[in-house]
């Protein structure tokens, strides 16, 4: 058992309990300039650390946002951005305990969903998260792209520098509105630590602009390798991030950045497994999917609040028994129907633990796949059938957001 004071982050303590993230991180520490910069995207609220000492070993850190759920509602989501313990204290049981302190503290601030992204995946299904949305990273062979007539295509592109961008893409973000369950949005302490970094990093932003005015936008960048003879050189093209309004934006922004010349590969990084590049391609096969990951892990704080606040499909009620054994609270059964859910004292259909129904809140796994898999139980042979008819979506789940 580990001798460490697990408590609330102070003021005064910001920035030793940063430097404990980013060295975690293999990152150097925050210099002054950086920090006078941007320590106001890193406040002591929503944050605990493990103190050894006087010295801060671990911290978990949250900001309080909203998070689109399927039927398109927003609820009250804590974005868990910044996990670590210093490696010389680590497998002491400092994350264990910093969890223990921060999700009873969340549900008491009214969040109801919690959400992280993972570095290591077999870290925090022990803490109730699961696996709610997915990524894949697409790989284009720009000398096979060739669009399809019937490809969308409108408004103009323009790339902006650094300062119109960090000016105006926040207010694109706002204005396209969280079209799909999944997306975040985004507080001013997340463009500060995310958005600027990566434009001052050499990241360029391109925008569109549509019949209504700017409605989507990318960040990309460009590595060039040299080689003795020019017939050699070799660029690639690095889309970070892209978000617009509607398809014929995102087909758009596609066109432009795969129209800059002198570039061979294009990678799209992180985006929904439903993007609708290769369909638009003469060849789809120039458009490869490299792989698959986990994207947004989901926690469900507040499980009756998180199972009413979405929408689903058309099925019989299900009875979900639901093991919560971080937040005990949260146990019990539930009665899943077309119409919403609540708690009952029947007899169970199947049975989960909470990390499994995050993987099926947002419509990314099919719940019979997940049964098939040993993960719900099942007392009612019928029931992953229906439960897959209630929580299917049309559209796959997506963050779109890193933090
Ligand atoms: C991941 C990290 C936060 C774990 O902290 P820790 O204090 O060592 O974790 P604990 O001692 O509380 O261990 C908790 C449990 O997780 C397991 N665990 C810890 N680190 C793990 C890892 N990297 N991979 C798999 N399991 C891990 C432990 O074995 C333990 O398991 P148990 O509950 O079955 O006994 C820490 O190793 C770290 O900061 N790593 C570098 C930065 C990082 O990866 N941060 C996460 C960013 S998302």
Redesign the pocket.
């Known amino acids: 058992m580990s001798d460490f004071v697990v408590r609330a982050v102070a003021e005064g303590e910001e920035r030793a309990t940063r430097d404990v993230l980013g060295q ?2 293999h990152k150097p520490p925050v210099d002054d300039e950086t920090w006078r910069l941007t320590a106001s995207a890193w406040p002591a609220a929503g944050k605990f650390a493990a103190f050894d000492g006087a010295d801060p070993v ?1 911290v978990t850190s949250s900001f309080s946002t909203e998070i689109v759920v399927p039927g398109g509602r927003r609820v009250p989501f804590a974005a868990i951005d910044g ?3 210093r490696a010389d ?9 910093l969890m223990a302190a921060q999700l009873p503290d969340l549900v008491e601030r009214g969040h109801v969903l919690a959400g ?5 995946a ?2 925090y299904g ?1 803490y109730g998260y699961g696996v709610a949305g997915r990524m894949q990273i697409l790989e284009i062979d720009r000398a096979k792209v060739r669009w399809r007539a019937d490809a969308p295509q409108s408004g103009r592109v323009r790339l902006l520098d650094g300062a119109d961008a960090a000016k105006l893409v926040p207010d694109i973000y706002r204005s396209i509105g969280l079209p799909r369950h999944g997306n975040i949005g985004r507080p001013d302490l997340w463009w500060l630590n995310n958005h600027d970094g990566p434009i001052r990093d050499g990241h360029r932003v391109a925008v569109h602009t549509g019949p209504d005015g700017d409605d989507g936008f990318a960040t990309f960048v460009t590595h060039a390798r040299r080689a003795p003879a020019l017939a050699d050189w070799r660029t690639e093209l690095r889309v970070r991030e892209m978000h617009a309004a509607d398809p014929a934006a995102l087909a758009s922004l596609w066109r432009f950045l795969l129209g800059i010349d002198l570039v061979q590969t294009a990678y799209g990084q992180a985006r929904p497994l439903d993007d609708p590049l290769p369909s638009m391609l003469e060849d789809p096969r120039a458009c490869r999917t490299i792989s698959i990951e986990d994207e947004l892990w989901l926690r469900l704080l507040d499980v009756q609040a998180a199972l009413n606040a979405r929408t689903y499909g058309r099925a019989e009620p299900v009875v979900v028994e639901v093991a919560d054994r971080r937040l005990p609270a949260n146990s019990g059964a539930y009665r899943v129907t077309t119409d919403g859910t609540s708690r009952t004292d029947a007899a169970a259909d199947v049975r989960l633990d909470v990390e499994t129904l995050a993987m099926l809140y947002l419509g990314a796994w099919r719940p019979s796949l997940l049964a098939d898999a040993g993960r719900i139980e099942v007392f009612d042979a019928g029931a992953p059938a229906r439960l897959d008819a209630l929580f299917k979506t049309v559209v796959e789940p997506w963050c779109g957001t890193h933090f």
């Open positions: 975690a991180l671990g996990v670590a313990v204290s680590t497998r002491r049981g400092a994350l264990t305990r992280l992204h993972a570095s290591e077999t870290i022990r």
